[in-house]
């Protein structure tokens, strides 16, 4: 009778908070790579003679294949897990970025930077974040989200000031070769820390691969976003992550350095100041997070986009050779907002598509992506042909103000929505054989 109590299981290593560090190393790691390309203009330019219009595709191509890639990285970790997933990504980085060092040619550039980066970036971007925010937490989701999702932007301003003093110092060869061993580095510890729960905290039904455990990954994608599209409010959300894209990726992070230099600015000391606005998207995007769990998410994003506009529309004006106070009190406010509007766009997801949120976020993400490429590939033809940026960041403060205006049209969720499932093909039940035809 004394061994009749049942003993209780051993406890599997790691905790969701283990988990979400493991994670966090994966995203700081793939956010290193999203700051060199900006850093790389001038130096390619200069080095290899190319236009800053043949970057600007690359960078454009990069923003396209990273949003392309994050549906269908949200599907293949309900197949496959978030372990491989992570690791295979870090692996693609790693790989562009050691094939860059030996590129002579802007298609080279196309190929190692557009598309082996952008995979591996696409896969490790925020439908991660918002994937282990889903499947390990239940309380404090926005602030778990804007966590994550900060930790994108620490792998921007840790590794930016560090990349641009070692393209001063040596190359930029030597940048990307850094940027390669960095993602070789992170490998074994995501390995050890990323793994799938058997039930998320809070529940009973497993989570651990949800809805594509049998379905094809692919397959699972696209059928999610032919669902949400006969949606408005995957419309709505991806018009305005559209805009974010634009204005933060496709200018900020691709043009800043450049059109700081153009006024006489050192490189090294416009990398700092994106630095700087990277610590401060650290504060402003857990802040959002912490908002998202307590105000309309749709106000809080009309409120950033609304401000974001106008500090765009105003750096043509405080762009010089020297760092003053007004350009400091613009990195500081940018940087606050630059990023926040990812926990409310996630916490309309899951409002309005339910257990798909993480897919439907991918999507939006990729619009996301198309809007900073787009951006990225015109602001160096605008450089090109009228010899300043000047267009645009006023483009980019104009489409934040629209961007303001639609994110209100969003409609209020009742619940978490449940798409239809896409019909499935009856399967005969192996354990009972057919009935036989009657007896005459």
Known sequence: MKNSRPR???????SPWTVAAGAALAIVTAGAFSTLAGLLVGPLHEDLGWSRASVGLGSLVNMVVYGATAPFAAALMDRFGMRRVAVGALCLVGAGAGLATTMTTPWQFVLYWGVLVGLGTGATATTFAATVTERWFVARRGLVTGLLTAASVVGQFVFLPVLSWVIDAYSWRAAAAALALAAAGALPVVWAAVRDPRKAPGRTEDTARPAGRTEDAARRALRTLARAARTGPFWLLAGTFAVCGASTNGVMWTHFAPAAHDHGMPVTVAASLLSLIGIFNVAGTVASGWLTDRADPRRLLA?????????????????????????VAFTVVFGLLDVATVPPTIALCRAHYGADAPVVFGWVSAAHQVGAGAVAFAGGMARDAFGSYDPVWVGAGALCAGAALLALTVRRAQGPRVMPPAPATPRRSRALPASPPPCR
Do not use: F
């Open 8 to 14: 209780p299981h051993p406890r599997k290593p790691g």
């Open 303 to 327: 409120v950033y986009y609304a401000l974001r506009g106008l500090t765009l529309l105003a750096l043509p004006l405080l762009l010089t050779s020297a760092v003053d106070a007004p350009l």
